[in-house]
């Protein structure tokens, strides 16, 4: 069970209006890089989020992210309700919270400009173990389809707010659905996805799979949530883990890093996983439980070291600035600054002064 995130201190990065623009970096390079001095970076989140509803659905193209065919770089914070006064957006679907706080959570992700925002549509005891379930209690028997009528509508609130719904199936700390048997969890995935699947959504399997199903079991139920979707799928898995993301089934990995790592090992190991997968889009995706800037240098790093997107806090204008650089880059970094460099760009970060520019 995860602990609960601090508030996260977001810096606010102005820009001039050609460092405003669309795309997303990818990386597969060695460590190293001439220094350079950093100015102020892109201003305003783009990829739709601020209030503007998304148009189009996501899919993936030439290793990267794309909405209606332009790239599309996710940021998102999963694990923390920013300003601490909340619950985590993974429990948005909870019927033990209240509508109060579900309009906080958007507010708050769409204040920190993001584009993306994580629901499970099942929980147990994760987090403070607000009950989410599509059946009337537990697990499995009968799908209650007016929760369901009502999940997707809470689902479209966050579309209109400007942010795609990133759907996660299964959560850890639930015995309950680790224990199902197969033919049951097809059901349930088979019923969220006919419920969600025409919205524009991505899909999580699971969160820390590899903790409670062995490899046979993952691969199985991945491959058949492949079949019910042509959306983009993803798998969690635990620290450091990244065999179920070179799956065939797989469209991308949403990678946890473990938690204490530094700006410059966090980079270099993006760099690592960004490579070992490939034409696959990785997201960063958890890395950081503290207050303050932290969890925006990590973020900041990982899309510099070759993530295609961030999902644990990052600065504001990321998304557009990364989507406004050519699809293939290669990644470097020194001490105190990371580089991008393709396509006669260079990009550079300040991880010190958390700004960005080309």
């Known amino acids: 069970m995860r602990a609960l995130c601090l508030a ?30 950093s100015s102020s970076s892109a201003g305003g989140n783009g990829s739709g989020a601020g209030g503007t509803m998304p148009s189009g659905d996501i899919g ?10 332009a790239p599309f770089f996710p940021v998102g914070n999963f694990l ?13 679907l909870s019927d033990d919270i209240s509508d109060g706080d579900r309009d906080h959570m958007i507010a708050v992700a769409v204040a920190n400009g993001y584009n993306v925002f994580s629901v499970y549509t099942y929980n147990e005891n994760d987090y403070g173990g607000e009950a989410i379930t599509p059946y009337a209690s537990g697990f499995g028997g009968a799908f209650d389809d007016a929760k369901l009528d009502v999940w997707e509508q809470r689902l479209q609130a966050v579309i209109d707010a400007g942010m795609y719904p990133i759907v996660w199936l299964v959560p850890d700390d639930a015995p309950g ?9 097809k059901s349930y995935f088979e019923r969220m996805v006919s419920r969600f699947d025409a919205l524009p959504v991505l899909w999580i399997m699971a969160l820390e799979a590899d903790e409670y199903w062995g490899g046979a079991q993952i691969d199985e139920l991945g491959t058949h949530l492949a079949t019910l979707t042509t959306r983009p799928i993803g798998i969690h898995q635990l620290p450091g883990g990244t065999d179920h993301m070179t799956a065939a089934w797989a469209d991308f990995g949403a990678y946890q890093y473990g938690f204490g ?30 207050a303050g800037d932290n969890d925006d240098r990590l973020g900041l790093a990982g899309a510099f070291g070759g993530a295609r997107g961030v999902g644990n806090g990052a600065p504001m204008g990321l998304a557009a600035f990364m989507e406004s650089l050519p699809a293939q880059m290669t990644s470097s970094r020194d001490d105190t600054h990371a580089y991008l460099d393709g396509d006669g760009t260079h990009a550079e970060a300040d991880m010190n002064a958390l700004t960005f520019t080309k």
């Open 261 to 290: 790592l530094g700006w410059q090992e966090l980079f270099d190991d993006t760099m690592t996983i960004a490579a070992l997968l490939g034409n696959k889009p990785l997201i960063a995706m958890e890395y950081d439980l503290d």
């Open 177 to 185: 659905i680790h224990a199902a048997p197969v033919t049951e969890l």
């Open 80 to 92: 923390s309700s920013e300003d601490g006064a909340g619950p985590r957006t993974h429990v948005y």
């Open 60 to 69: 993936i193209a030439d290793g990267r992210f794309v909405r209606d065919g």
């Open 8 to 37: 996260c201190a977001l810096m606010i990065i102005a820009c001039s209006d050609d460092e405003a623009a669309v795309s997303s970096a990818a990386s597969t390079s060695a460590t190293g890089g001439a220094s350079a001095s």
